[in-house]
């Protein structure tokens, strides 16, 4: 039975565990799309794969709000606060350069061992959030105590799966290098949901909000292959003549804006605090592709499975810890003068915000128009012409657990879908 204090912080936050289906549902989706980075083995340059995640990355940002919600929608919810276009613009800039050092850190040291690393972003988003989003304020000694316990728990295992990382006989010789480009990556990812929080206090959709963040990733990425993938003859380009493997990388793409979207719910309901450390549960599921799809872990002596799996259990133990803290009465007033704040300084209005807060109030996506039918059919087309060249990537896959992991994606889809259409019509 559901103790007084635990009622209470759930009519504090009716949307509390709408918030933690979206956070999962996230981990799952966000775990399965780092997968096609895989191909870096195959001989691809970093950035190649990076930008070519991105162009699927775009093509879905555009798809599913406008399948969702329609662009006069998400047109007019943008020019309604045109503040948050510059936000949305680095947020997107952020993304990028964390994508890409994610990459470097899969060469480097492997997938199940760089996932639990960069997820450490948790713990630059409960700084933020805290620091500049009153987030835990006025919280009770029992969600602060979850809050310690997991941040420790955290950086306990982090500090677990780098010493495997450096100290294992078979590790790769640039593991120093993938470890730092798994902590660049994770401060970078960390400061990314700094726009995001200020988007949904003012009251933006997510819909919305993704449409100006695909931009400033996009525009980021042919910059960064421009200036250090050779320019005119970058490996991006090789790419091109591997159409192949584009599939793949586009999949990748569209697979990942799934898993954002639901991330981009979870920090709308429940705070950077608790939405990022669930929806960092994808470390268990890039544990699942890396160890049971791939075998990673195949040639591993039982130390470094002991550690890696020990780590990953540990950090996904804090996470939970993290997100389980539900926030109470005297939290949530914290929460409505931070909002507050921002109404005041980017003249909004206040009773507005605070109801989006609860996904309430504009429900209704309006009348789609042809442009927007014309958007989905471009996507579609473009998806086909890819898949119309698709081959199997040049890798050691056990196709029986990607069949298993993929059924457990859907299941999660429908769920996440059912629940936020049921209870906010997605807003």
Not at 112 to 125: Q, V
Not at 343 to 360: I, T, V
Request: proline residues 3%.
């Amino acid at each position: 039975m559901a103790s007084s204090q635990d009622t209470a912080a759930a009519s504090a936050n009716p949307q509390h565990m709408l918030g933690v289906l979206c956070g999962l549902a996230a981990g799952a989706w966000l775990g399965a799309a780092e997968a096609p980075t895989k191909l870096v083995s195959a001989g691809f340059s970093p950035f190649a794969i990076s930008l070519c995640m991105v162009v699927g990355v775009f093509t879905a940002r555009w798809t599913f709000p406008t399948l969702m919600k329609g662009t006069g929608f998400v047109f007019s919810d943008i020019a309604s606060k045109p503040h948050l276009i510059l936000w949305g613009l680095l947020a997107g800039a952020l993304w990028a350069v964390a994508n890409t050092l994610t990459v470097f850190a899969i060469r480097d040291v492997g997938l199940a061992t760089a996932f639990p690393l960069w997820n450490t972003n948790s713990l630059i988003g409960l700084l933020w959030g805290w620091l500049l989003f009153r987030e835990m304020r006025g919280a009770g000694a029992r969600t602060i105590g979850k809050v310690v316990l997991g941040t420790l728990a955290i950086i306990a295992a982090a500090i677990m799966l780098g010493f495997s990382t450096l100290h294992d006989a078979g590790a790769s010789p640039h593991a120093a290098r993938g470890l730092a480009a798994a902590a660049g990556a994770s401060l970078m990812w960390g400061t990314m949901y700094v726009p995001y929080r200020k988007a949904y206090l003012s009251g933006m959709s997510p819909l919305s909000f993704v449409t100006i963040f695909t931009i400033g990733e996009l525009g980021t990425m042919l910059a960064l292959t421009w200036c250090f993938d050779g320019g005119p003859n970058s490996s991006a380009l090789q790419l091109l003549h591997h159409r192949e493997v584009l599939f793949w990388l586009f999949l990748g793409g569209f697979v990942w804006v799934i898993g954002d979207l639901f991330q981009q719910y979870a920090t709308k309901y429940l705070g950077i605090s608790r939405g990022i450390p669930l929806s960092n549960t994808n470390q268990l599921w890039g544990l699942a592709w890396g160890a049971l799809v791939f075998g990673e872990l195949a040639a591993a002596d039982s130390a470094h499975i002991g550690l890696v799996v020990g780590g990953s259990l540990l950090m996904i133990l804090g996470a939970l810890a993290i997100s389980t803290a539900t926030a109470g009465a005297d939290e949530m007033t914290s929460r409505d003068a931070a909002l507050q704040r921002e109404c005041d300084r980017y003249g909004l209005a206040y009773g507005d915000a605070r109801n989006a807060q609860h996904g309430e109030g504009a429900k209704e996506s309006g009348k789609r128009r042809w442009w927007d039918w014309a958007i989905v059919a471009v996507a579609v087309s473009l998806f086909l012409w890819f898949a119309s060249d698709a081959a199997v990537p040049p890798l050691m896959m056990h196709w029986e657990w990607v069949a298993v992991l993929c059924a457990m994606l859907l299941a999660t889809l429908a769920a996440g879908c059912w629940a936020l259409w049921t209870r906010t019509r997605f807003n």
